[in-house]
């Protein structure tokens, strides 16, 4: 005899939402903490708190001599502006720091795809970061002013020393952290030498060449105001680092600080305007960097 079982039957029911509640996600936030979201709101207001603690230092000192406050340096960089001095000296210095800079940048990836094609370029590379890169640019600079004299080969010189060796070591350290499996999947296709570093190694190794780029840059921009409040004019013309360098010597403490804040201005404009654009089209929508 047997035995059949019959698998229980379940009880059938209709579950009725209620689709008269919100839900939490449809709640829209307060104003105060959707503008909290936003980074550039959040970056304003911390300029805003450093400006605010900048001229209560400034009036609590009461000395402009020592410390003008934000409101005085407001007044004397608009006032360079208008006149076009300070924009003048802006763009001297700018149009050395790009000479020097695309300079150093090729000279950079030379050196480095030499070392990651040859084993003679890694020891090239490896034994030249050495002795140089721990080298301050502006030590650099007496000996400059000795090989190319009083003007932009000089400042261009040391530029390209500020960016050569952080941008090389940052690229060589992208490649060499570059998976097997891509390298391998280049030499099946037939890439070798020049080639494999063009078309694998660079896509991959992205993220850290931004990085030597942007290292490059600060190194290259603050090496260059340096060399010019040294010895300040290139071709009987002073850039921002003399500009700062004068106002000083004339006790103009408020156009000082505002070539300062100049150097600042660019530096945040550089970083926003270009870096970052740069980042958000390739790494970063790549999913390589987040």
Same mark, same amino acid.
């Given at each position: 005899m047997?035995?059949?079982?019959d ?7 209709v579950?009725?939402?209620n689709t008269?509640?919100?839900r939490?996600?449809?709640i829209?936030?307060? +104003?105060?903490? %959707?503008?909290w ?5 959040? @970056? =304003?207001? =911390?300029?805003?708190? #450093? ?7 400034? %009036?609590w000192?009461?000395?402009d001599?020592?410390?003008?406050g ?9 006032s360079? &502006?208008?006149?076009?001095?300070? $924009?003048?000296?802006?763009r =001297?210095?700018l149009a050395v #720091?790009l000479q020097?800079?695309a300079?150093g ?8 795809a #030499?070392?990651a094609? /040859?084993r ?5 590379l ?8 721990p !080298?301050?640019?502006i030590a650099l600079l007496? +000996? ?5 004299g009083l ?6 010189? &040391? ?5 050569l060796?952080p941008?090389?070591?940052g690229?060589?350290g992208?490649?060499?952290s570059?998976?097997e /499996?891509?390298?391998?999947?280049? %030499?099946?296709?037939? $890439? ?8 694998? +190694?660079?896509p ?11 290292i490059g840059?600060?190194?290259?921009w603050?090496?260059?105001i340096?060399?010019?409040l040294?010895f300040?004019?290139?071709?009987g013309?002073?850039? !921002?680092g003399w500009? =700062?360098?004068q106002?000083r ?5 408020d @156009?000082?600080?505002a070539?300062l804040?100049?150097v600042i ?8 305007v270009?870096?970052?654009p740069?980042?958000?089209?390739t790494? @970063?929508?790549?999913?390589?960097q %987040?």
């Open positions: 047997s035995l059949v079982l698998p229980p039957v379940r009880q059938e029911y579950h009725v939402t008269a509640a919100p939490a996600v449809d829209p936030l307060p +104003l105060a903490r %959707r503008a979201e936003q980074a550039w709101l959040r @970056k =304003i207001f =911390i300029l805003v708190v #450093l400006a605010v603690v900048w001229e209560g230092l400034a %009036r000192q009461n000395n001599l020592l410390l003008p934000f409101v005085q340096t407001a007044q004397a960089f608009a360079g &502006v208008a006149s076009g001095e300070l $924009l003048d000296r802006v =001297i210095s #720091l020097g800079y300079a940048i090729v000279a950079a990836f030379v050196l480095t #030499l070392a094609s /040859t003679i370029g890694r020891d090239l490896e034994t030249l970061t050495s002795m140089f890169n !080298l301050p640019a007496p +000996l400059a002013l000795l090989w190319f003007g932009k080969g000089s400042l261009i010189f &040391v530029i390209v020393h500020a960016v060796w941008l090389a070591l690229a060589y992208g490649f060499q570059v998976p /499996t891509l390298r391998m999947a280049g %030499r099946n296709y037939g $890439l070798s030498g020049l080639r494999l570093v063009l078309h694998i +190694l660079v991959a190794a992205l993220p850290s060449i931004l990085s030597g780029l942007k840059w600060a190194f290259a603050r090496t260059l340096a060399a010019e040294v300040g004019t290139t071709g013309q002073g850039g !921002l500009y =700062i360098f106002n010597n004339e006790l103009y403490t @156009k000082v600080f070539g804040a100049a201005l660019i530096g945040l404009l550089v970083e926003n270009v870096f970052r740069l980042e958000s089209v790494v @970063k929508r790549w999913g390589m %987040r």
